[in-house]
């Protein structure tokens, strides 16, 4: 069965760190593109960050951009969402998903093979 199970969501404080995690089962994970994705209540999905199957580079949103990381242990089948700085406006469920990769790098695009269920991330003082 394919699986991306999200975790690691919580509430924290504004300018506190939260680790995001995706874990990928039943099926190829180290061929595929992983991307981070977020949607607050009344807004339009949003992609966050992506990382590449193929050469591992990485995407972010501008609004994110040197605050939160994304990396993948292939080794766990798991991709990470490394969240520093955060904003009351970071909150979001936070969606991980993975489309077969068929170029290099990632592009943060609505169409994947695969959804992961959500965590949620709540920012507030």
């Known amino acids: 069965q394919v699986q991306l199970v999200e975790s690691g969501g919580g509430l924290v404080q504004p300018g506190g760190s939260l680790r995001l995690s995706c874990a990928a089962s039943?099926?190829?994970?180290?061929?595929?593109?992983i991307s981070w994705f977020r949607q607050a209540p009344g807004k339009e999905r949003e992609g966050v960050s992506c990382?590449?199957?193929?050469?591992?580079?990485?995407s972010y949103a501008d609004s994110v951009k040197g605050r939160f990381t994304i990396v993948r242990d292939n080794a766990k089948n798991t991709v990470y969402l490394q969240m520093s700085s955060l904003k009351p406006e970071d909150t979001a469920v936070y969606y991980c998903?993975?489309?077969?990769?068929?170029?290099?790098?990632?592009?943060?695009?609505?169409?994947?093979?695969?959804w992961g269920q959500g965590t949620q991330v709540t920012v507030s003082s």
């Open positions: 998903a993975a489309v077969r990769a068929l170029i290099r790098g990632c592009v943060l695009s609505s169409r994947n093979d695969y």
């Open positions: 039943g099926f190829t994970y180290n061929r595929y593109a």
């Open positions: 990382i590449g199957s193929i050469d591992g580079t990485t």
